[in-house]
């Protein structure tokens, strides 16, 4: 199969039970699969016929020779028996080598397919599910559990195939060679299903636990890295070393327990099968003394038979191992059967040129099971303005201007946007509307260039890069760096601080061209006299477009059309900059708080500047 990913829905594949889902599973590769199956068949009837030769050697053969070797028209024959045997030798190491090559195909393409499903899947969930899940588990089922469903479909899949092909085949022979032979070698198969069916669910459950458990330490693995500067800064390593090794001394005991249950089943089954094949060598014995058979049947029945018990013996140790690739099968089975977020779900997604008039009416709005953020949210903005969000943290300030984009449906009241309802539009067009810069903003381990025409789905120049740069107060630090806009960002090249970072990320949603503009404290790691450059930039940009503007600074908001008053997820206020100065109680209170704040300061550094002068001067 070539790089382009197939389409197949593997949400579709989902069933009632765990084996015909894999068998769904198997779509489009089981031609392959069969392929290897019926090549492992061939490879078997070969390996048959070689014992069935061997009995045509030692019936017919050697004793027509005993006494008379030489001169006698029968030596003419052996060569082509000694022909025979390297012909399906050969035969048979074909075979397999065609099977192994098959299986590979099968299993590495469906376990590939079901990675890109994965992938593409996983980035399509809603925020509600995404912020349930933990990155660390949804890591751990996209790769080691879709791993332990590949070894089932190269090992167990395949297997079952073999063993069955090699019983059927081999137990047909030995029937043919003696019926009643052939019966007494496979009484304890109901014994070794029955062990099997145990081992089976108790294999299962301790798979599963320690499957969790891997979760868990992939978990703690990835958040200890992310938040590393934390744990140094806190000096928390000693602490954190603590909590992983309990964490990984859980995931031994349950190691342990999982291949103590194996160890104990592998000397039992082969302890049931070698008890059977001693008792058909016995028997055979037996029968061949009273002459019941040849020896050249006994010869075959001996190659034979441990062909028949060896697929007996692999069948329970495929269905214990079987088990772990089922578990996996469910855990991933969890994340497909997720809904997707509905991207193109909405009446409205045609071309339409949006003006960005925005109206809230009485909208509430509570996290999944959680309590209310937003209550009776009530405001409006005509096209082109400029709203400000000022609050305390944790007011619902981001909360707000998350269900725009639709990242969260509100749960009541209603978002009109150019006088229609919020949920008639697609999600897909609506994001493409709307820019966000995140109050923590992530780059990719890209570079510059990449990162910054991230969202633009066309091809861009150089003048329009620098010119969203140019805007958002970044253009100059980055022609500073050796390779400019080629410079790498993260591990391999430079680490950009905050306040840089938050400028790249105004660039990139600059360059996107929004009609609706969400800075979400866009500005907080940026230098004053840096934020009012941008500022000024964006107010030029921004004109005839609809912009949000979160922060902390009375500065950043005061010369917005709109200035929204947040506290517990209510508007207390709202007005602009003077009719809240001329009837507002808390903003008056902010804008007295922070003015005073920065005069004090001006006075220190004025004070302290002239000491400074002063005591250069005495010198
Ligand atoms: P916000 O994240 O909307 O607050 O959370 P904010 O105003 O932007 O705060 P700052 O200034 O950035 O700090 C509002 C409430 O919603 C809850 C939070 O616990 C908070 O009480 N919340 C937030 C959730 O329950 N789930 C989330 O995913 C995010
Ligand atoms: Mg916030």
Redesign the pocket.
């Known amino acids: 199969m070539n790089a382009v990913q197939d389409n197949f829905d593997i949400k579709a594949t989902l069933a009632g039970s765990r084996l015909v889902g894999l068998w769904r599973l198997m779509h489009g590769f089981r031609l392959p699969y069969f392929g290897a199956v019926t090549s492992l068949g061939a490879a078997a009837v070969s390996k048959t016929g070689t014992y069935l030769l061997l009995r045509v050697l030692a019936d017919r053969l050697l004793p027509a020779l005993q006494g008379n070797p030489s001169a006698n028209p029968v030596m003419a024959l052996l060569p082509w028996i000694a022909a025979g045997f390297v012909f399906l030798a050969v035969f048979e190491g074909g075979f397999t080598y065609i099977s192994g090559r098959l299986a590979a195909y099968t299993a590495e393409g469906i376990a590939r397919r079901l990675r890109n499903y994965l992938f593409d899947h996983i980035q399509r969930l809603p925020f509600s599910y995404l ?1 349930k899940m933990q990155t660390g588990e949804l890591i751990q089922r996209s790769t080691s559990d879709v791993d332990a469903m590949r070894r089932f479909f190269a090992d167990q899949a395949i297997g079952v195939g073999r063993i069955l092909l090699l019983f059927i085949v081999n137990f047909t022979a030995i029937l043919n060679l003696d019926t009643t032979l052939g019966l007494a070698s496979v009484i304890v198969i109901p014994v070794i299903v029955l062990v099997s069916i145990f081992f089976f669910r108790r294999v299962t459950k301790a798979y599963e636990s320690y499957q969790e458990q891997d979760a868990v330490l992939s978990t703690t693995l990835q958040e200890n890295l992310a938040g590393v500067r934390v744990v140094k800064a806190f000096a928390r390593q000693d602490f954190e070393r603590n909590k992983f090794e309990k964490d990984n001394h859980r995931k031994f005991v349950l190691g342990r327990r999982l291949l103590l249950m194996h160890s104990t089943f592998w000397p039992l089954s082969d302890i049931i099968c070698g008890a059977q094949m001693l008792g058909g060598f016995v028997l055979a014995a037996i029968f061949a003394i009273d002459g019941r058979i040849t020896v050249g049947t006994y010869l075959a029945y001996h190659g034979l038979v441990v062909w028949l018990i060896w697929p007996m013996r692999n069948l329970g140790r495929l269905i214990v191992q079987a088990s772990t690739g089922l578990v996996s099968y469910g855990r991933v089975m969890e994340i497909v059967r997720q809904d997707r977020e509905p991207l193109e779900e909405g009446k409205l997604q045609a071309s339409l040129h949006l003006r960005g008039e925005i109206a809230f009416e009485n909208v509430g709005f509570h ?1 999944d099971q ?1 309590a209310e ?1 937003l209550e009776d949210i009530t405001f409006t903005c005509q096209p082109g303005q400029s709203v400000a969000l000022l ?1 305390s ?8 201007v998350n269900l725009l984009p639709r990242f969260y449906e509100y749960s009541t009241g209603k978002i009109l946007l150019d006088g229609v309802e919020l949920n008639q539009y697609s999600r897909k067009f609506l994001r493409s509307q709307i820019g966000i810069v995140e ?1 923590e903003p992530f780059l990719f381990s890209r570079s510059l260039r990449e990162n910054i025409t991230y969202g633009v789905g066309r091809a861009v120049s150089q003048q329009e890069i620098e010119q969203a740069a140019k805007v958002a107060a970044i253009h100059d630090i980055i022609l500073s760096f050796p390779d400019g806009y080629d410079t790498l960002i993260g591990e391999k090249g430079v680490t950009l601080s905050g306040g840089q970072k938050q400028r790249v990320a105004i660039a990139r949603t600059l360059l996107k061209d929004p009609r609706i503009l969400i800075l979400d ?1 866009a500005t907080s790691s940026v230098d004053t006299e840096t934020e009012a450059a941008i500022r000024q930039a964006l107010k030029q940009l921004m004109v005839g477009r609809t912009s949000f503007i ?1 922060a902390h600074r009375i500065q950043s908001v005061m010369h917005a059309d709109l200035i929204l008053v ?1 506290d517990q ?1 209510r508007i207390v206020e709202q007005g602009t900059h003077d009719e809240l100065l001329a009837r507002g109680k808390i903003y008056p209170q902010i804008h007295d708080l922070q003015t005073r704040i920065e005069s004090e300061l001006e006075q220190e550094i004025a004070s302290a500047e002239r000491r400074i002068s002063s005591t250069e001067q005495a010198k």
């Open positions: 912020d996290y959680g953020v609050g943290t944790g007011s619902g300030k981001t909360s707000l109050q404290d979160i947040l997820g």
